[in-house]
């Protein structure tokens, strides 16, 4: 079996998702795991300005978002990333 990259997301509200798409190399991973903070990030800036009632959307105990690069190679799931640098 051929090793493969997913990439898993911790969302400002703390709930984590692992995105469906695989990749073929972690640069790949990399680039969307990238792209998606920033958007993440862009939408928190929007409800922290106020545009929406915060509490509605539980930020009152924020998490820093962040994502995390696997290797899946057979059964064996391997770290290989994390964007906090842990």
Same mark, same amino acid.
């Given at each position: 079996? =051929? /090793?493969y990259?997913?990439?898993? +997301?911790?969302?400002?509200?703390?709930?984590? !998702? =692992?995105?469906?798409?695989? +990749? #073929?190399?972690? #640069? =790949?991973?990399?680039?969307?795991?990238?792209?998606?903070?920033?958007?993440?990030k862009?939408?928190?800036?929007?409800?922290?300005?106020?545009?929406?009632?915060?509490?509605? +959307?539980? @930020?009152?105990?924020?998490? !820093?978002?962040? @994502?995390?690069?696997?290797e899946?190679?057979? /059964? #064996?799931?391997?770290?290989?990333?994390?964007?906090?640098?842990?």
């Amino acid at each position: 079996m =051929e /090793k493969y990259y997913k990439v898993v +997301f911790v969302y400002p509200d703390g709930h984590i !998702e =692992e995105i469906q798409d695989q +990749f #073929k190399s972690g #640069k =790949e991973a990399l680039e969307y795991g990238n792209n998606l903070l920033v958007q993440v990030k862009n939408t928190e800036g929007v409800l922290q300005r106020g545009t929406y009632d915060n509490n509605e +959307f539980n @930020f009152n105990e924020k998490k !820093e978002p962040h @994502f995390m690069i696997v290797e899946l190679n057979g /059964k #064996k799931y391997s770290l290989v990333y994390d964007s906090l640098g842990r």
